[in-house]
């Protein structure tokens, strides 16, 4: 049982480039969340799904898009890097039902130069 | 809508010190209460829960308490370690509400030897 894992752990782009941020699963659960951590910022909501086939807008959507295509799988896409985007990644997932604890993956260290 | 309000950091102790984070909240319904800690370079993981009032959650010798008449969830720790330094982060999620739990913005933990 894996939990929650992230893919790649470390990235560097150069402004304009295009990359997509792997989050998988395997807890079978039905919400999965993408933030952005910066330093003094606390955690910032980027996107999230509630199930397959799902995605809504979070606190910071601006310059992301996601995809939910299979339940275990969130992708974070960003299509053309900028500067500001330089942050830490996290995704987690939940299960059904609001009031649970969300698992948290590694997280992916991104640099945009 | 929801909120979480932490004490601001860092928090400086001496190993063996006690410790205590202070943790408030709004919430229009009745939430879920989560303690989440984050060691460097690693993503955020439950340290303990509470689910109702007066629920009292604990795990690795840290304790809170729900406490629905001074809605607070105050993070306590009688002697501090070393391995202890983090961030600890508070957060709520409302069975009847939004999909988005509301995190605090963290409170980061230096203990020295």
């Known amino acids: 049982n894996a939990g929650v894992t992230q893919t790649p752990k470390f990235r560097v782009l150069k402004t304009g480039q295009s990359m997509t941020l792997l989050c998988a699963q395997d807890?079978?659960?039905?919400?999965m969340y993408w933030y952005r951590q910066d330093p003094g910022m606390g955690l910032r909501l980027i996107h999230y799904s509630v199930g397959e086939g799902t995605t809504a807008k979070g606190e910071v959507p601006d310059g992301y898009n996601v995809s939910r295509l299979k339940k275990q799988n969130f992708l974070l896409g960003l299509e053309s890097a900028a500067p500001s985007q330089t942050s830490v990644y996290f995704c987690?997932?939940?299960?059904?039902?609001?009031?649970?604890?969300?698992?948290f993956g590694p997280g992916t260290r991104l640099t945009v130069t | 809508g929801d909120s979480v309000t932490q004490m601001e950091g860092p928090v400086t102790l001496s190993e063996e010190a006690c410790l205590t984070i202070?943790?408030?909240?709004?919430?229009?319904?009745?939430?879920?209460l989560f303690w989440y800690v984050q060691y460097p370079g690693e993503g955020l993981q439950l340290l303990l829960k509470?689910?109702?009032?007066?629920d009292k959650g604990s795990n690795k010798g840290f304790e809170a308490t729900y406490r629905k008449e001074t809605t607070s969830f105050h993070l306590e720790k009688g002697s501090v370690q070393v391995s202890d330094s983090a961030v600890y982060f508070c957060?709520?999620?409302?069975?009847?509400?939004?999909?988005?739990?509301?995190f605090g913005r963290g409170t980061s933990l230096i203990v020295h030897p």
């Open positions: 807890m079978n659960h039905e919400y």
């Open positions: 987690a997932s939940s299960p059904s039902g609001r009031a649970h604890e969300q698992y």
């Open positions: 202070n943790c408030t909240y709004t919430a229009t319904g009745y939430p879920s």
């Open positions: 957060a709520l999620s409302e069975a009847g509400g939004s999909y988005i739990p509301t």
């Open positions: 509470a689910t109702k009032a007066d």
